[in-house]
């Protein structure tokens, strides 16, 4: 089975985050870059973001 845009996204977010382009304390790209960027709609952005592990600072 082909992996879901969202999975796809998923995994290019933890990607940068684990090579620390995204480094801890850094805020996330907003909806509507991610939305430009990936162009995939609101809704996958939406469960992508979902499907990451939150951090408490």
Same mark, same amino acid.
């Given at each position: 089975m082909r992996p879901t845009k969202y999975? $796809? $996204?998923?995994?290019? $977010?933890? &990607?940068?985050?684990n090579r620390h382009e995204l480094p801890p304390? #850094? #805020?996330?790209? &907003?909806? &509507?870059? $991610?939305?430009d960027r990936?162009?995939?709609s609101? &809704?996958?952005v939406n469960k992508a973001l979902a499907q990451l592990p939150r951090t408490k600072n």
């Open positions: 999975d $796809l $996204l998923v995994e290019q $977010l933890e &990607s940068e985050i304390g #850094k #805020k996330i790209y &907003s909806q &509507s870059q $991610l939305v990936f162009q995939v609101r &809704s996958c």
